[in-house]
């Protein structure tokens, strides 16, 4: 049984929800029925009402919609009272499937309440699995209290930490692309990349999540989990064997190996889009980031030396998610001598559209001399799964390899308080226009190296 916590929310009507659906039409979800808890007084029709009109229009197959929908029950709770958890008790106790999986789609601050109110009631039972949304807090003072906590009732295996951008196709990709090609693994190191480029930047600015954004900032809300995600699957070694606990290992390797540079003022930009302190939830004088552009190395055999630069931001032009690879220039003696030929790149395209693609120079047509840079795409079919059908699919299995292991999450805060701590000393915050380009500090970052972001 699927239990869910907060399933009132955003996070359950807009995605897991048709998830569950398309897990459903696959016949996964043959064992599992749903137990949808949020403080609202819903009962289980009026919940399966409210899902219809609100989560149905983002699943494109509503055939069976009606036979899946008999699957979700409703619970009201007061979720933040551990003594109020007897209603769900009760319910358990009814229910013949004793595989438990709690799933806590709310805000942190209601993980402790929720953990005791499941541990009280006697259902953090040795089957039983536990699913955290993101943000495992706020630092790591507050996450470590959080895990301690969690750890008194759960044990590591039984927790699954989620961070859904793993989920992702193109992210799973970027392993398989690196470790099951001879073509592009020696080249992987710093004899030939030049340098990496990690983005993700949305078009949206906070909308109504004012309050918790305001609170988090780019940092928190997408380096700590996302960006470093992404970051150590492009640059780890390869793990012993494909295993949750052989990749976990190897991706703690990298974020333990990161280095920002001494001189943190010139490796790190921050900004603010105009008008985000205008936003609703948000403080008048708020000095929180919406923008942060990082440049840092891994201090591994493998790649010393290369820059990562990673940037992310909120209400800019665009909406993207990539991660470039550029490779060092070839010497150029033999072609284009007078103009410079193009690097090779690869890329791995995450939004708004999944691929990959590599860029190569061919002869410039009808010339002997001159070449010309073109690409070769592999694009994601239509088909793919999205994240959070993987994320639910391998949680119900019990499978980890998409989840974060508590040492990933230690290393990454480590990082972010330190640049949390350094954005309080030097609190500059370059202010950009809400829908244009990100802060021309960030491009400054790279133009130092002689460099510049690949679009
Ligand atoms: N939405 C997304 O796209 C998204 C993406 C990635 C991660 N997440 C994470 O997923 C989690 C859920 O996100 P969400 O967008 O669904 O959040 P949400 O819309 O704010 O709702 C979360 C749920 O928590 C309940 N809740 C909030 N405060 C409560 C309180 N004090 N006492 C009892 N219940 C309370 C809400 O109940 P009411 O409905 O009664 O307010 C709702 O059921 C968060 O940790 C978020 O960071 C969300």
Known sequence: MLVIFGATGDLTKRKLVPALFS??????????????????????????????????????????????????????????????????????????????????????DLFEPIILGIAQIGYNTASARVAFE????????SATALNTFVAKAFSEEQIFRIDHYVGKETIQNILAFRFANTLFEPLWNNHYIDNIQITATESLGVENRGTYYDHSGALRDMIQNHLFQVLSLAVMEPPHALTSAAIHDEKV???????????????????????????????????????????????????KGVPIYLRTGKALAEKKTKVVIE????????????????????????????????????????????????????????????????????????????????????ESWKIVDHLVNCKEHCPILFPYEKGGRWPQAADELLAMDGREWYE
């Open 23 to 108: 897990l459903y039409r696959q016949n996964a979800l043959e064992h599992t029925s749903v137990l949808a808890i949020g403080r609202k007084d819903f009962r289980s029709g009026e919940f399966r009402t409210y899902l219809r009109s609100e989560s149905f229009g983002y699943a494109d197959d509503t055939s069976k919609q009606e036979d899946f929908l008999e699957k979700i029950d409703y619970l009201g709770l007061p979720i933040n009272d551990p003594a109020g958890y007897e209603p769900l008790r009760e319910v358990l106790q009814a229910h013949s499937d004793k595989n438990i999986v709690f799933y806590l789609s709310t805000p942190s």
């Open 253 to 303: 390797k990298v974020i333990r190996s990161l280095r920002l540079g001494t001189d943190l003022a010139s490796h790190v930009v921050f900004g603010q889009y105009e008008g985000y302190k205008q936003e609703s939830w948000v403080s008048t004088t708020s000095d929180t980031e919406t923008f942060a552009a990082l440049r840092l190395e891994v201090h591994n055999w493998r790649l």
């Open 134 to 141: 993101k943000p495992f807090w706020l630092d790591l003072e």
């Open 327 to 410: 490779f060092r220039k070839n010497a150029s003696i033999l072609y284009n001598e007078q103009d410079n030929i193009d690097r090779n790149r690869i890329i791995f395209e995450i939004a708004p559209h999944e691929g990959i693609s590599v860029g190569f120079n061919v002869k410039e047509h009808g010339e002997t001399k001159k070449t010309r840079a073109v690409w070769s795409e592999f694009i994601e079919s239509k088909e793919w799964p999205e994240a959070y059908e993987r994320i639910l699919g391998d949680l119900l299995l019990g499978d980890h390899t998409l989840f974060t292991r508590w040492d990933m999450i230690e």
